[in-house]
Nanobody, 114 residues
Framework: QVQLVESGGGLVQPGGSLRLSCAAS????????MGWYHQATGKQRELVAE???????NYGAAMKGRFTISRGNGKNTVYLQMNSLKPEDTAVYSC????????WGQGTQVTVSS
């Protein structure tokens, strides 16, 4: 069983920055791919960013140029640096790890508001 724990969410003003972290643990060798989705109230879940163990990245269109995803020195840690945050970035951000199947964290709230 794989457990994922996210941290770093919170309240930030428009134009500000936040850094999310996610660590996977349990009976796991390596997450082939890790990433983040977000879901705003009343909207569909949307890809934020993802990264493979080899470093290949993929970003949602609205996040390109503002967000940066990276893997930690440990195999199963992923970070999401979010800059130039906008009110429309407000959502629950959930981390995932692809190991045998897709495993999800519980999510962390990000609120962008003045």
């Amino acid at each position: 069983q794989v457990q994922l724990v996210e941290s770093g969410g919170g309240l930030v003003q428009p134009g500000g920055s936040l850094r999310l972290s996610c660590a996977a643990s349990g009976k796991i060798a390596s997450c082939f791919r890790m990433g983040w989705y977000h879901q705003a109230t009343g909207k569909q879940r949307e890809l934020v960013a993802e990264i493979t163990s080899g470093g290949t990245t993929n970003y949602g269109a609205a996040m390109k140029g503002r967000f940066t995803i990276s893997r930690g020195n440990g195999k199963n840690t992923v970070y999401l640096q979010m800059n130039s945050l906008k009110p429309e970035d407000t959502a629950v951000y959930s981390c995932y790890c692809d190991y045998l199947s897709r495993n999800w964290g519980q999510g962390t709230q990000v609120t962008v508001s003045s």
